[in-house]
């Protein structure tokens, strides 16, 4: 069974970093289009990044510059690196897998809390 | 920038109706459009790819149509477990995928 764990939220401050990871089991991280989705409290969802399964990555404009995301095949692992942390960045962030690369999301982790304030 | 619009915002049904939801693209996504149901403190859930498809273990009272800029997901008999947000999301615009705002259905 697929199953994709995130970890890493928490409080920052504004100008701050944190990482988030992202386990996965039951697939190959490497294999797949990985995305990061994140949801302000009350709001709605937002794509931020994917990377493909060749390596290339895209980033939404919102967070373009600020955040890199990444994977470590031998831990089967996906990474959000957040810099220059804003308020408006608090969030749960999601990590959503599509299957096929087709461009829909049919795993999702249970999300992540971040929390950005002074 | 491709923009995707949902109606309403808020739909007030009551179990047994039939409940129909709309999301609108700026441009056209062709059939690269899915569904997901969202419930308080859970992951999205997709229900509906390809514009019509249903995913895996969804009941077939979920049904979508549509192409182009205009799509609705169909939920023929609401029951309990279907009152959540439901969200569209289109990738035809590569390699970006982009959310409706959503539209919630709750009981009325």
Same mark, same amino acid.
């Given at each position: 069974?697929?199953?994709?764990?995130?970890?890493?939220?928490?409080?920052?401050?504004?100008?701050?970093?944190?990482?988030?990871?992202?386990?996965?089991?039951?697939?190959?991280?490497?294999?797949?289009?990985?995305?990061?989705?994140?949801?302000?409290?009350?709001?709605?969802?937002?794509?931020?990044?994917?990377?493909?399964?060749?390596?290339?990555?895209?980033?939404?404009?919102?967070?373009?510059?600020?955040?890199?995301?990444?994977?470590?095949?031998?831990?089967?692992?996906?990474?959000?690196?957040?810099?220059?942390?804003?308020?408006?960045?608090?969030?749960?962030?999601?990590?959503?897998?599509?299957?096929?690369?087709?461009?829909?999301?049919?795993?999702?982790?249970?999300?992540?809390?971040?929390?950005?304030?002074? | 920038?491709?923009?995707?619009?949902?109606?309403?915002?808020?739909?007030?049904?009551?179990? #047994?109706?039939?409940? !129909? *939801?709309?999301?609108?693209?700026? %441009? @056209?996504?062709?059939?690269?459009?899915?569904?997901? =149901? /969202?419930?308080?403190?859970?992951?999205?859930?997709?229900?509906?790819?390809?514009?019509?498809?249903?995913?895996?273990?969804?009941?077939?009272?979920?049904?979508?149509?549509?192409? #182009?800029?205009?799509? !609705? *997901?169909?939920?023929?008999?609401? %029951? @309990?477990?279907?009152?959540?947000?439901?969200?569209? =999301? /289109?990738?035809?615009?590569?390699?970006?995928?982009?959310?409706?705002?959503?539209?919630?259905?709750?009981?009325?």
């Amino acid at each position: 069974e697929e199953q994709l764990v995130e970890s890493g939220g928490g409080l920052a401050q504004p100008g701050g970093s944190l990482r988030l990871s992202c386990a996965a089991s039951g697939f190959t991280v490497s294999d797949s289009y990985m995305s990061w989705v994140r949801q302000a409290p009350g709001k709605g969802l937002e794509w931020i990044s994917i990377i493909h399964n060749n390596d290339n990555t895209y980033y939404a404009d919102s967070v373009r510059g600020r955040f890199t995301i990444s994977r470590d095949a031998s831990k089967n692992t996906l990474y959000l690196q957040m810099n220059s942390l804003r308020t408006e960045d608090t969030a749960v962030y999601y990590c959503a897998r599509e299957r096929g690369g087709y461009g829909y999301f049919e795993d999702w982790g249970q999300g992540t809390l971040v929390t950005v304030s002074s | 920038e491709i923009v995707m619009t949902q109606s309403p915002a808020t739909l007030a049904m009551s179990p #047994g109706e039939r409940a !129909t *939801l709309s999301c609108r693209a700026s %441009q @056209s996504v062709s059939y690269n459009l899915a569904w997901y =149901q /969202q419930k308080p403190g859970q992951a999205p859930r997709l229900v509906i790819y390809g514009a019509s498809t249903r995913a895996t273990g969804i009941p077939a009272r979920f049904s979508g149509s549509g192409s #182009g800029t205009e799509f !609705t *997901l169909t939920i023929s008999s609401l %029951q @309990s477990e279907d009152f959540a947000i439901y969200y569209c =999301q /289109q990738y035809n615009v590569w390699p970006l995928r982009t959310f409706g705002q959503g539209t919630k259905v709750e009981i009325k």
